[in-house]
């Protein structure tokens, strides 16, 4: 009877569990099988049936992809990647948490209605600002620089919101302790803001990063040179009108998700804080 009573209890959580790993088994299944077809020689990509595991296996792809193709510089794509995301993220970060600050903290005439009007445009796709966009980074002669490739998006209304609920939770006495001391607000901002809304910067930091290392229309639309292409449209030159080199293509898939996946597993702790403690939860 107690083990009747026993295997009742936790059925539930065994049928969870089974239900967790089959969703586990879905969202890997495509993943492995590109890391799988980027270790095939490209002979092996279009055979049919498809096969899982590697005849032979080769890092001819990798090999190819890095160091053997003029017309398709991956390195020199990951070095754009990675330069115009980290320039873009800290830039974010600097202009977003200005403007988060001042509207947590500062009073001026409108700022509530200012601030509604900031949120309101989170509901505009960003593709409608492309046109707009296009046209100014064109006029400025930004077009194929990195400037056009860093410069818009950076202020996020998304990332003045999330630091803008982390700053309204921080105490206010801190803040007059300071002003007693004769800091200004800047000051306040930089000694005492910041380092308290570490979670909530990472946070951001990983999302914008993340956001313009995948981005692919914006960086296709402002390069025309394979030299200024960044990995999203660079992997594209892999691809033609009728023929795929798959094998390759995958390679250059697995290559550009390592960085992400580092900076994520470097800022997991931080991340699930700062998303908690910034009202986002729940």
């Known amino acids: 009877m107690t083990l009747s009573i026993r295997l009742r209890k936790q059925l539930p959580y065994a049928i969870l569990l089974i239900v967790l790993a089959v969703i586990a088994i879905v969202w890997l ?14 002979s092996e990509t279009i055979t049919w049936p498809l096969r899982w595991i590697p005849q032979h296996f080769s890092l001819e792809n990798y090999s190819v992809v890095l160091f053997s193709n003029a017309k398709a510089p991956l390195l020199r794509w990951v ?4 330069f115009t995301a980290s320039t873009h993220t800290l830039l974010v970060l600097f202009v977003s948490s200005l403007a988060a600050y001042a509207y947590a903290r500062m009073e001026f005439p409108g700022r509530d209605v200012i601030f509604a009007v900031l949120m309101a445009t989170m509901m505009v796709p960003g593709v409608i600002n492309f046109v707009p966009a296009y046209l100014i980074v064109d ?16 202020g996020g209304v998304f990332g003045v919101f999330l630091l803008r609920q982390f700053f309204k ?13 004769g800091a200004g607000s800047f000051r306040i901002w930089w000694k ?3 380092p308290l809304s570490m979670p909530a910067l990472v946070t951001l930091g990983v999302f914008t990063f993340m956001g313009h290392w995948n981005d692919f229309l914006w960086p296709l639309i402002v390069t025309n040179s394979a030299e200024m292409r960044t990995l999203p449209p660079g ?4 691809q033609s009108q009728y023929i ?3 094998g390759k293509l995958t390679a250059g898939a697995v290559i550009s998700a390592v960085p992400v996946l580092l900076v994520f597993l470097f800022a997991q702790r931080y991340f699930v804080k700062g998303i908690a403690l910034s009202g986002l939860k729940g």
């Open 79 to 82: 070095w754009n990647s990675f």
């Open 29 to 42: 299944a495509p993943l492995l099988y590109i890391i799988s077809t980027s270790l095939k020689p490209e």
């Open 192 to 194: 005492i803001m910041l």
């Open 244 to 246: 795929s080199f798959y």
């Open 235 to 238: 992997l594209t030159m892999f």
């Open 169 to 181: 939770g921080i105490p206010k006495d801190l803040e007059d302790a300071a002003r007693i001391d």
């Open 139 to 154: 006029k400025l002669g930004w077009v194929d620089t990195y400037l056009a490739l860093i410069l818009p998006g950076l």
